[in-house]
């Protein structure tokens, strides 16, 4: 079993949180991660794959698929590790399988403030995070409403009780007609949520982090 390192271990919890998944072929005895982003994030996504790469066996490839709903095409970058048993510890905090849907189901972990250190926090926000109205505000928001209302309050109670980051939720309708929560960080919150993750911010991504002036870094 491969060992993973502490860098390897925050960027695939991390991004878990955020646009990652895990695929399983054997009813959750190994896993391969998968990561997935639009061709203007490949620097963010070539960034991953040097250090997810010693877990792959091929390059990062490139995609295009076209949407019938709304009938356009979009380009992605993409790649995928191997079937790895040292990837059971993820899987098993990450997915359950739902007998309803007849699918893995990927929710936050109940031990997430245990491995939600300044890195893995980082390319979770870096992933899913945003300004909320760049020059007319320093908060900012995550995109969390694909998780349960339960999850998305454990990943609140880790951001106060890990660094006393205090966040709100905001309700998110979804496709289906089902409602989401995303995690709002108020502007007071800001400048501390944004120095436990600066150092940790690849370049490419560092736009969706307020500067405290309203603007981006």
């Known amino acids: 079993m491969t060992t993973l390192s502490q860098l390897q271990k925050d960027c695939i919890f991390g991004t878990l949180l955020g646009d990652g998944n ?8 190994t896993w391969r991660y998968r990561a997935i982003h639009k061709n203007q994030h490949k ?3 070539l ?9 792959c066996s091929s390059p990062p490839a490139y995609g295009e698929v076209f949407d019938t709903r709304t ?4 380009k992605r970058n993409y790649f995928n590790t191997t079937q790895q048993s040292s990837l059971k510890f993820f899987g098993d905090m990450f997915y359950s399988y739902d007998q309803k849907v007849g699918k893995w189901v990927k929710d936050v972990p ?6 939600l250190t300044p890195a893995a926090l980082a ?6 995070g ?3 109205w760049l020059n007319n505000s320093n908060a900012m928001r995550i995109c969390t409403e694909s998780f349960s209302h339960h999850g998305v309050k454990r990943l609140q109670k ?9 966040t709100t939720l905001t309700k998110k309708t979804l496709k289906d007609g089902t409602f989401g929560y995303r995690i709002a960080i108020p502007e007071k919150s800001s400048t501390a949520f944004r120095d436990i993750i600066n150092s940790h911010l690849v370049d490419c991504m560092k736009y969706k982090v307020s500067d405290g002036n309203k603007g981006h870094l």
């Open 123 to 128: 390319y979770f926000y870096m992933d899913d």
């Open 158 to 166: 880790a951001l106060i009780k890990n660094y006393k980051v205090d």
């Open 22 to 29: 895990l695929q399983t072929e054997n009813q959750g005895r």
């Open 71 to 74: 009938e356009k095409t979009y």
């Open 110 to 115: 109940l031990n997430v403030e245990k491995f």
């Open 47 to 55: 960034h991953k794959y040097e250090i997810l790469k010693p877990l």
């Open 43 to 45: 620097s963010y996504l």
């Open 130 to 132: 945003a300004l909320k």
